[in-house]
């Protein structure tokens, strides 16, 4: 007879390969189309002759965004007296990035951030908190732009039918979000549901072995979560702090796009806010659609839009650098960190069977 635990294993570990396979995939047609109709040299070429000095601060910029999300987890963790120095917290945030970033719909963020967060000590109370939190301000700040963008460049949602149906379907879904996550902080019976839900999916796919166990440990946990919930009410400051964070996160997000652009054109031509008000409007696009990230969507709608700024000559070039740089490189570096906090959980796992503690 086969061993139980091994096939286990074996299946998690098949999942998780299909499921790069469908991303893999996804990218490399997405690219394809993107690519297929453009001289490579000339793409090439583009890039050599750019000021390297803007895209250097573009990577900088989304070392900034990446770097946001574990700065406001560690806010929040360290206000309701959990223990998470400030490296873990941004391995949190690397995580929660990383996993939103290859699961459709971005489902899959922050029950696995929330998971390593109870292996490192961190309650269930406070990690769900965080995370509700952290997500209420990063899409409240995201809609706040998009209104933005709808009374000053309202232009931009022109571009297309689907463009502006998607755009305004994104609205929506953001403020629906928005509206259940403040409902779940401050609602025993939402709560539970979402915790017992969410605890299914991850015995499913063999992240939690004993469900009974651990929504034991849950709802003993459950008195700390209202308290905490009653401390963020309390204390509005936390999330004047958590909004400025996210916010500035978000502006360096959505600049890449500004830096690219001027790596390439010298003097006039579009503004910061223009190329800025793109970003934010084809975010808004892809947001809630059941795509890893929005792949190909969000690239076909960045070309749409670029090819007004850049003309034809440029687009391609310009949508492959500031996708590349604000979406695949801080997927390079998320996926990174998450195999490193693995690897050390790996570790830690052995030293407790070598010290008889498990």
């Known amino acids: ?164 149906f998607m755009f305004i379907f994104g609205v929506i879904a953001n403020i629906l979000t928005i509206a259940v996550c403040l409902t779940a902080i401050f609602s025993k019976s939402l709560l539970n549901r979402v915790v017992y839900k969410t605890v299914n999916v991850l015995v499913k796919i063999k992240i939690i072995r004993n469900r009974r166990k651990f929504l034991m440990k849950y709802e003993n946990q459950f008195k700390d979560y209202e308290n905490s919930a009653q401390y963020i009410k309390d204390n509005p400051i936390v999330n004047v702090k958590l909004f400025m964070i996210c916010f500035v996160q978000r502006i360096a997000l959505f600049s890449i796009a500004y830096f690219v652009y001027k ?47 850049y003309g034809s000559g440029l687009v391609a070039t310009a949508t492959v650098l500031t996708r590349g740089i604000s979406y695949y490189f801080c997927l390079l570096i998320c996926g990174l960190f998450f195999i490193a906090n693995h690897i050390r959980h790996i570790k830690i796992g052995r030293n407790k069977i070598k010290k008889g503690e498990i």
Not at 121 to 141: D, E, F, M, R
Not at 263 to 277: N, P, R
């Open 263 to 309: 790596s390439f054109i010298f003097d006039g031509g579009a503004s910061f806010f223009d190329l800025l008000a793109i970003q934010v409007a084809v975010a808004m696009a892809v947001d809630s659609l059941p795509l890893p990230g929005g792949v190909g969507a969000a690239e076909a709608f960045t070309v749409q839009l670029f090819t007004t700024v």
């Open 1 to 164: 007879m086969g061993n139980p635990q091994n096939d286990n294993i074996k299946e998690k570990k098949n999942k998780y390969i299909l499921s790069m396979i469908f991303f893999v995939a996804l990218v490399g047609a997405t690219f394809y189309l993107l690519l297929k109709d453009c001289d490579f040299a000339d793409i090439i070429n583009s890039v050599k002759g750019a000021r390297y000095q803007y895209l250097i601060l573009s990577i900088i910029m989304a070392f900034v965004y990446v770097a946001g999300e574990g700065q406001c987890l560690n806010i929040i963790i360290k206000s309701l007296k959990g223990k998470a120095s400030r490296v873990l917290c941004f391995t949190y945030g690397c995580i929660d990035f990383y996993f939103c970033a290859v699961t459709p719909s971005a489902t899959g963020g922050q029950p696995i951030a929330a998971y390593y967060m109870s292996k490192d000590g961190v309650s269930v109370a406070t990690s769900t908190i965080a995370l509700l939190l952290n997500t209420i301000q990063y899409k409240l700040v995201l809609v706040m732009l998009g209104f933005i963008v709808m009374i000053f460049k309202f232009d931009i949602l022109n571009k297309s039918f689907w463009f502006t």
